[in-house]
């Protein structure tokens, strides 16, 4: 069974129709890639999966054997459907640490009176979920700078972390808006290195939108490519790159 099935998935913005009839799905356990041209409705896509935007009348999306469609992004979210944006969204202020922390609360099992009755359990929580946290930095590598202001870090460093953020709700799918944006080719290689270790390491089924056409190659089982909002190809990267359609639809721009 698909981990994440859209059927008849649409969405217009006025006169705009951003995706049209668009049915695919995610096999669990896959790096599912997802492509086009800029305005074919990437973006527009992962918003419709998280609940950011309602989709148009008709449309289904199933996820993990529950139908989310129209759902809220909180219950979608719990679910297991975690993202990351385009725009990375980090608080600068916080450290390191408390960056991805604030990833995990949704799952710590807090009594809404812990803060008053910060007692033995709460302590010993607090101590797993930071440990946990940890050894999550260690993965990204930012372990070293768990303590200081994510502000401090560079840009690398903040994709990574907003990886990590997105990888501590302990997402079933992991859907990844360019991640490998303005990264120098080495770090996209880290970068991707890095996504396929934490894949194993937790389990993961990804949807990645990206640009750089190295990162899909080399990680993806699966492409679907978008232009003008509708789906005009799908199957391996070698068999998506060679599509005429493809081709013509990165060419017509
Ligand atoms: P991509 O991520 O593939 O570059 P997007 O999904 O961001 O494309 O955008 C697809 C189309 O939908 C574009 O024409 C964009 O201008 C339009 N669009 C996206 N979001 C909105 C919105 N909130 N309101 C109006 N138009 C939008
Ligand atoms: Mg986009």
Do not use: W
Request: aromatic letters at 6%; hydrophobic letters at 40%.
């Amino acid at each position: 069974m698909a981990l994440l099935e859209t059927r008849n998935l649409s969405k217009s913005f006025g006169g705009l129709q951003a995706i049209n009839d668009v049915s695919l799905k995610v096999e669990p356990n896959t790096v599912h890639g997802l492509i086009g041209p800029n305005g074919s409705g990437k973006s527009t896509f992962f918003n419709l999966l998280t609940g950011v935007y309602q989709p148009d009348a008709g449309s289904y999306i199933e996820f993990n054997g529950i139908d989310i469609t129209n759902k809220p992004a909180h219950y979608i979210a719990e679910q297991g459907l975690s993202r990351t944006f385009q725009l990375l969204r980090l608080y600068g202020e916080l450290s390191v640490l408390d960056n991805v922390m604030v990833g995990y609360h949704p799952h710590t099992k807090y009594s809404p009176l812990a803060p008053f009755f910060k007692g033995a359990e709460v302590r010993r929580q607090d101590a797993i979920v930071r440990d946990e946290m940890m050894e999550l930095l260690e993965f990204i590598g930012l372990a070293e700078h768990a303590e200081i202001p994510a502000a401090e870090l560079s840009g690398g460093q903040r994709r990574l972390l907003a990886l990590g953020r997105a990888i501590a709700t302990r997402p079933k799918l992991l859907l990844l808006d360019e991640p490998g944006a303005g990264l120098s080719p080495v770090n996209v290689d880290n970068l991707m290195a890095t996504i396929m270790t934490l894949k194993e390491r937790y389990n993961l089924t990804i949807v990645v939108v990206e640009h750089i056409l190295k990162v899909v190659m080399n990680t993806c089982e699966t492409v679907s490519v978008l232009d003008h909002g509708q789906k005009i190809s799908e199957g391996t990267p070698e068999f998506v790159k060679n599509d005429p359609a493809v081709v013509e639809a990165y060419l017509g721009r």
